[in-house]
């Protein structure tokens, strides 16, 4: 599909909506500062959310050539912003085992019913902490390889 410009809008075109349940279709903002929204459904046959198009407001500064740019860096790695809480861990040894595992699941309230499954999950630099404000925050990026939304 081809991408999309309207008056206020740019719309990617990876996705055509004859592929989608029509009755499922929603918008969700992905980052209101920035002004990128997506479009989700659920695809015939299947009964997870997944992401049909994305939305860029040309009013927050987006051009085509820079929402196909955003597209192909975040498209295509999964790679969000998210915070969860993970189990306490009582030793070293414990954290170790959970920032070193070779692949996991993240799964997320969305409110409601909905949730947001991060399937094939690595952790980008997950390191001990070494600072008393780090024993109750930590952050650490990760790269998924799928999203579902249901």
Same mark, same amino acid.
């Given at each position: 599909m081809p991408w999309e410009t309207t008056e206020h809008h740019i719309r990617s075109g990876h996705r055509s909506p004859e592929e989608i349940q029509k009755d499922t279709l929603k918008t969700i903002t992905l980052d209101e500062k920035e002004g990128v929204k997506a479009v989700v459904g659920k695809p015939k046959g299947k009964d997870a959310m997944e992401i049909q198009s994305y939305l860029f407001e040309k009013d927050k500064g987006w051009t085509l050539e820079k929402a196909k740019e955003w597209f192909k860096k975040h498209h295509a790695t999964a790679k969000e912003h998210v915070y969860a809480v993970l189990p306490f861990t009582e030793s070293k040894e414990?954290?170790?085992? !959970? !920032?070193?595992?070779e692949e996991f699941e993240l799964e997320f309230g969305l409110g409601g019913a909905y949730k947001a499954v991060f399937s094939g999950c690595k952790w980008e630099n997950a390191t001990a902490p070494t600072r008393i404000e780090e024993l109750v925050s930590l952050k650490a990026a990760f790269v998924a390889k799928t999203v579902t939304i249901s």
């Amino acid at each position: 599909m081809p991408w999309e410009t309207t008056e206020h809008h740019i719309r990617s075109g990876h996705r055509s909506p004859e592929e989608i349940q029509k009755d499922t279709l929603k918008t969700i903002t992905l980052d209101e500062k920035e002004g990128v929204k997506a479009v989700v459904g659920k695809p015939k046959g299947k009964d997870a959310m997944e992401i049909q198009s994305y939305l860029f407001e040309k009013d927050k500064g987006w051009t085509l050539e820079k929402a196909k740019e955003w597209f192909k860096k975040h498209h295509a790695t999964a790679k969000e912003h998210v915070y969860a809480v993970l189990p306490f861990t009582e030793s070293k040894e414990e954290f170790d085992d !959970v !920032v070193n595992d070779e692949e996991f699941e993240l799964e997320f309230g969305l409110g409601g019913a909905y949730k947001a499954v991060f399937s094939g999950c690595k952790w980008e630099n997950a390191t001990a902490p070494t600072r008393i404000e780090e024993l109750v925050s930590l952050k650490a990026a990760f790269v998924a390889k799928t999203v579902t939304i249901s």
